[in-house]
């Protein structure tokens, strides 16, 4: 596999800067990726794609506030986006500057926040916040929404409110699980009324999501780490789906990551937590999702290779060409899709 065989031209005014006014408001390109067929649909039809004893599995991940400038104790200006909280003062995090921190030298963050650079690991630093608040106070108070690089405005409210799923509880990722975006709760409620289960995993997305893949010959590649948790109901649910004759839908590819990360080959999910560098690419074998509901991927991404792993990749050719063409809205803020796996 190579990186080539993944790209794609994409307009740039087809790259959405805004959410629509309603969440549910959104178009649903639907494939079936056994027949390749293409179905040009609103998400709002979303609960009649799926039957009673279908079980919706979503990542309740919650967007923090990631972002935060200030200067080093030399003077220079720094940018930091936390990656990861380990503990209630001490992260990893990316960090932009002229010169990178030295160990045990200090940053002054937003004015307010003291931070000791503690080590460098590989390419993130291990930063201790010196302040008496946690670092999800801390970032809640003086950080920024970590909007994706595509997106070309600053944020603001909109943003905070838009930005985030309905469901989303367990604060820790720095991108949001755009696919989730499109549910509002009166979705969830119809949903529910129509005898379709839900779960719920735990997948905090990092920046990495967002990082180029830099090797053309996908074998060199190295994926980045995320951390997940799998609860013991959703391993129930997903068991009483499979035995009932239901299918396992994963609510975006981070769910979908979750999941297979924690599947034996039999396809039964462990309970617990882990952490997931698990790379899909075409000829990987989904023993846990039957299908995929996702946004549009960017062009040489490790989600665009993993939709093409469950979809096909001529499938996800044709589809992504048509989704061009029809001037579908791309990426976070945009439209979605709804993939049936191809299967041999």
């Not at 650079?117 to 390419?123: A, G, K, S, T």
């Not at 699980?177 to 129509?194: C, I, K, W, Y």
């Amino acid at each position: 596999m190579y990186l080539s065989d993944f790209n794609y031209e994409l307009p740039e005014e087809l790259i959405a800067q805004f959410p629509l006014p309603d969440r549910t408001q959104s178009r649903l390109l639907h494939l079936n990726g056994m027949t390749g067929e293409l179905i040009d649909r609103r998400f709002a039809e979303f609960p009649q794609l799926v039957n009673s004893g279908d079980l919706l599995v979503f990542n309740d991940t919650k967007v923090i506030k990631a972002r935060l400038w200030g200067e080093k104790d030399t003077g220079g200006r720094i940018e930091v986006l936390v990656e990861r909280v380990l503990s209630s003062n001490e992260v990893l995090a990316h960090i932009r500057a002229s010169h990178a921190p030295k160990p045990g030298s200090r940053l002054r963050l937003a004015d307010a926040i003291s931070v000791q650079m503690v080590e460098r690991r590989e390419d993130l630093f291990l930063l201790r916040f010196e302040n008496d608040a946690n670092v999800f106070e801390l970032l809640e108070q003086f950080g920024a929404l970590p909007l994706p690089p595509y997106i070309t405005h600053s944020p603001d409210s909109q943003d905070e409110l838009r930005y985030q799923t309905v469901y989303a509880r367990t604060p820790g990722a720095v991108a949001a699980p755009t696919a989730g975006l499109h549910f509002s709760t009166d979705m969830l409620e119809r949903l529910r009324e129509n005898g379709i289960r839900s779960a719920y995993v735990t997948l905090h997305v990092g920046a990495g999501t967002f990082q180029p893949v830099r090797v053309e010959n996908l074998a060199e590649h190295h994926m980045h780490r995320e951390w997940y948790q799998i609860p013991e109901n959703t391993e129930k649910a997903i068991a009483e789906t499979r035995a009932n004759g239901g299918r396992v839908i994963a609510i975006g590819t981070t769910t979908l990551r979750a999941l297979e990360s924690a599947a034996d080959e039999a396809g039964k999910v462990k309970v617990g937590y882990d952490d997931t560098a698990l790379f899909i690419t075409p000829g990987y074998r989904f023993r846990v999702v039957d299908r995929l509901f996702t946004n549009f991927h960017l062009p040489k991404s490790t989600l665009l290779m993993l939709v093409s792993a469950f979809g096909g990749m001529e499938n996800i050719r044709r589809a992504y060409r048509h989704a061009v063409e029809e001037r579908y809205r791309f990426f976070s803020y945009g439209d979605a899709m709804l993939i049936e796996k191809q299967i041999g």
